[in-house]
Each structure stands twice: as structure tokens, then as C-alpha cells.
Nanobody, 118 residues
Framework: QVHLVESGGGWVQPGGSLRLSCGAS????????MMWFRQAPGKEREFVAI???????GYADSVKGRFAVSRDNGRNTVSLQMTRLNPADTAVYYC????????????WGQGTQVTVSS
């Protein structure tokens, strides 16, 4: 059974930083592209960042230059370093795994809340 478990969420003031982590088990981590999505209250879930099996990265325009995604295949973890946070970044952040070949094989974590406010 596949488990994706996010951690590191919490409350931070505008301009602050947080680091999210996602630990994966039950899957061949190195064969999965890993992504972060987020969902703000009343809004649809949206893509945030991706790190693929070759360590290539990509970001939503709204977070480019402020967020950095990375993966550690030895520890089956993916991280999201978030800096210069603003209230618009407030959301539940979800870890997402997608098999690099069979892209219909996907998994979601339960999410971790990030709140940015003064």
C-alpha cells in the first residue's frame, strides 16, 4: 500500500519561510515524478512544483523564484522550500506521485496546512 505523508506545515508571518517534506513508502520512489499541489479555501487544487525522476524541476508562475523543490531518492522524500511567503500562499499543500511511464498511476498525500498571516 502506498503512503505519502506530508509534514512541515504551520503558521508563518508574511515574508517568512517554511520547508515542507513528503515521505513516500510502498512505491518505487525513483520511478515516480513527484509534485506539490495546493488548494486554498473555495478554490480548485492547483499545481505548485514538480521534480521528475531525472531531478528536473518546474514551477507555477506564482511561486517561481520563491519556492524550490528537491528530492532525495535514498530517503524516498521530496521537499518544498518556501520563501517570501505571502497570504496568497495560504492553502493545504499536497504531495503527489505519478509514475514516469504509466502516468495514470498516481497517488496523493493527505495534505498539510500552510497559513501565512500577520
Amino acid at each position: 500500500q502506498v503512503h505519502l505523508v506530508e509534514s512541515g506545515g504551520g503558521w508563518v508571518q508574511p515574508g517568512g519561510s517554511l520547508r515542507l517534506s513528503c515521505g513516500a513508502s510502498g512505491l518505487t520512489f525513483g520511478l515516480h515524478d513527484m509534485m506539490w499541489f495546493r488548494q486554498a479555501p473555495g478554490k480548485e487544487r492547483e499545481f505548485v512544483a514538480i521534480v521528475n525522476i531525472n531531478q528536473g524541476t518546474g514551477y507555477a508562475d506564482s511561486v517561481k523564484g520563491r519556492f524550490a523543490v528537491s528530492r532525495d531518492n535514498g530517503r524516498n522524500t521530496v521537499s518544498l522550500q518556501m520563501t517570501r511567503l505571502n497570504p496568497a500562499d495560504t492553502a493545504v499543500y499536497y504531495c503527489h506521485a505519478r509514475h514516469y511511464l504509466n502516468t495514470e498511476t498516481t497517488y496523493w498525500g493527505q495534505g498539510t496546512q500552510v497559513t501565512v498571516s500577520s
